[in-house]
């Protein structure tokens, strides 16, 4: 048994996952390929098997965005508010007065293409923000996943460009993408991006081929255990969530990785120009740094400080680590992941990515994110 699938094996006795695949490559193919434990009841998990990929629909939906960049219809640096009218005049939620009320300003300064990219927008999310959590339940808001519209109706929690908090910037980003072509981000997606890199698994939609291979949700109990629950994103949504609403495999996944090491191809298909792969890959919002994600509903997710004791910065949809990570991957590598905890990384400098899933709530589950750095270090070390 190789010490890859020895890793995953022991991490499905142990409990610490009911299944879990991986897959890594370069920039000439993949690697490796290992999966442990069941998709389902007496099905087995695999490379191929269809999970929620949650979050990592951003760097998807950022692809569509910056080739409407490179096309002239989007720009990364002028009020957003001249494609999405909605976001033409943001209010800022400072608080709540002595009688509950929230306390809303104008913006000091308007909303561009790339703060909604990298955070800095002033968006949240009310799995990490308490302020926009209680806006959201006295205001009937539904949460993300419920794809609805109204969901985008949140005030930001700081002026855009003054601090990076992770929030649905890229919902909105998938919202620009869909003015400015007049379709569907689904079939934006579909046809510039999925279709040209392979990843014929990947949609909004869970069609018949890939429910046959999708895996269950499952929650992690506060005794450790693991009990499947019922989860499906929207079939029929409002809006296509550009922030987090595509299902996927993880060998789908390593392509769209692949992609980003041969700087913007794969396979003779060109998605993005070398020059907007590099402008996606820089630090875009230093000298601000990410900050800890300090969870407002642990039932979604743990507190998550990736690398706590280094700078973080975050390129057009990326986190990037500021200096090496031992055994692992280089200084500048991207990476991030989705609340189900699936998880990937790319490294330029040292010609890697790797690819994590599994169904499993809460997000940044510690056991899950020991297998993803075990698995890392065990890539390098071949």
């Known amino acids: 048994m190789s010490a890859l699938k020895r890793l995953l094996e022991e991490a499905v006795a142990s409990g610490a996952v009911r299944g879990v695949a991986v897959t890594a490559g370069d920039a000439a193919g993949t690697l490796v390929e290992a999966a442990a434990g069941e998709r389902a009841p007496g099905a087995a998990m695999a490379a191929d098997t269809v999970c929620w990929i949650a979050s990592m629909t951003k ?72 302020n926009i959590d209680r806006y959201m339940a006295a205001n009937d808001i539904p949460g993300t996943g419920s794809c609805r519209l109204k969901t985008l109706t949140t005030p930001l929690v700081f002026d855009p460009g003054d601090a990076w908090e992770y929030g649905i910037g890229i919902d909105w980003a998938g919202r620009a993408v869909e003015a400015v072509t007049g379709r569907r981000l689904r079939e934006v997606l579909a046809d510039e991006v999925l279709g040209p890199l392979g990843m014929g698994d990947t949609g909004f939609r869970i069609g018949q081929p890939q429910r046959a291979r999708l895996a269950f949700m499952n929650r992690r109990s506060a005794d450790g255990g693991i009990t499947p629950i019922p989860f499906e994103m929207p079939q029929e949504p409002e809006f296509d969530m550009g922030g987090g609403g595509l299902y996927g495999t993880a060998r789908d996944y390593l392509r769209f990785c692949r992609m980003w090491l041969n700087r913007g191809a794969l396979d003779g298909a060109r998605v993005l120009s070398e020059a907007m792969v590099a402008e996606a890959m820089r ?100």
């Open 283 to 382: 630090d875009s919002i230093s000298p601000l740094a990410v900050r800890p994600m300090v969870t407002a509903q642990p039932g979604r997710s743990h507190d998550l400080d990736l690398f706590p004791d280094m700078r973080k910065g975050w390129g057009l949809s990326f986190l990037i680590n500021e200096q090496d990570v031992p055994g692992g991957r280089a200084a500048g590598s991207m990476a991030w992941a989705g609340l189900a905890n699936t998880y990937y990384w790319i490294d330029p400098g040292r010609g890697r990515a790797g690819v994590l899933t599994t169904q499993l709530m809460p997000f940044a589950d510690p056991r899950v994110l020991e297998i993803f750095a075990g698995f890392e270090r065990l890539v390098y070390a071949a």
């Open 59 to 130: 760097a998807v939906t950022t692809t569509a965005a910056l080739q409407q960049v490179e096309k002239g219809r989007l720009a990364l640096d002028t009020p957003i508010g001249a494609v999405l009218p909605d976001l033409a005049k943001p209010l800022v939620l400072e608080g709540y007065s002595p009688g509950g009320e929230p306390v809303l300003r104008p913006a000091r300064r308007p909303i561009t293409l790339r703060h909604l990219l990298t955070h800095t927008s002033g968006f949240s999310y009310n799995t990490w923000n308490a």
